[in-house]
């Protein structure tokens, strides 16, 4: 049975009045809330959905050693040039031995008719064409580096091969010369054309070995080759030259070998006698 009375009545309506001032809040509540929590709640679920889908991050891969064909042993380093087998071996061996010191060294290839500056580091400077003495042969005859030009004999204008030690110095006309044995009057220097009929520069041109032999035992160079390269070279550093021999070896010579080959026997050596 329902009160008819008024204070009844206004309770009653306060109260749904209230409930329903209270639900309506909350729905605004609702509709403010859930949205943003609905989008945060898609934003973490694509995150994980891509840490899942994405590939592993690839870390780089570790930096490859430089090649070693010799196992650590340090050897010349022609620059990508193709020495002739003597002048690698002596080359090698000079480098792996540490023969010329802290100075910088010199091939002389006779055969090849090429010369080869190296620095101190075993790192090729340059190399360049050469005119050599026009007699084959290894020796320097006794006494020849007294005599007159003229008086030099065909045989005797040998370029002598063996281990020298470089000499800035001057001949005597007072041309700046490298000297490799002033005894016997051999220098290495600046081509000179001055006889015609020789043909040097030409003979130097040439991209053949047998046309290289006319000198009377002088190393000649090309001009920029000798002034940019080999001269500076040998005033800073002083120099070791290894003239190659053409009649004998480079063992005989200098005692120089092969320097992978030696190598690889003593890794054979120990080999064998860690087995035993």
């Known amino acids: 049975m329902q009160s008819d009375k008024p204070e009844e009545n206004t309770e009653r309506n306060e109260f749904w009045d209230a409930l329903r001032k209270g ?3 909350g729905i ?18 694509a995150e994980h959905a891509a840490v899942a889908t994405a590939p592993a991050t690839q870390q780089p891969p570790a ?9 650590g042993v340090q050897l010349a380093d022609f ?17 792996f031995t540490g023969d010329a010191k802290k100075h910088a060294f010199v091939i002389v290839d006779k055969k090849d008719a090429r010369v080869y500056v190296f620095g101190p580091d075993g790192k090729l400077k340059d190399s360049a064409p050469a005119l050599l003495g026009a007699a084959r042969g290894d020796d320097t005859f006794p006494g020849v580096g007294d005599k007159p030009i003229a008086q030099v004999l065909p045989e005797e204008k040998t370029t002598p091969a063996g281990r020298f030690v470089a000499e800035p110095g001057r001949n005597a006309n007072g041309e700046d010369v490298v000297w490799v044995d002033y005894a016997a009057a051999v220098s ?16 130097l041109a040439t991209l053949t070995v047998d046309d290289n032999r006319i000198s009377f035992g002088c190393i000649n160079l090309p001009v920029s080759f000798y002034e940019d390269v080999l001269n500076p070279t040998v005033k800073k550093y002083g120099a070791i030259v290894y003239v190659l021999p053409e009649t004998r070896s480079a063992e005989q010579v200098f005692g120089a070998y092969d320097v992978l080959q030696a190598q690889a026997g003593n890794a ?5 006698a860690f087995k035993r």
């Open 188 to 203: 290495m220097h600046r081509i000179r054309p001055l006889v015609a009929a020789e043909r040097r520069l030409e003979r």
């Open 79 to 95: 620059k990508g040039e193709q020495p002739s087998a003597d002048a690698l071996k002596v080359a090698n061996w000079a480098v």
């Open 63 to 71: 930096a490859a050693p430089a090649p070693d064909s010799v196992n």
């Open 23 to 25: 639900a309506l809040v």
């Open 28 to 45: 605004a509540l609702l509709v403010i809330i859930i949205p943003p929590l609905r989008m945060a709640q898609k934003n973490k679920a």
């Open 268 to 272: 054979h050596a120990q080999q064998v």
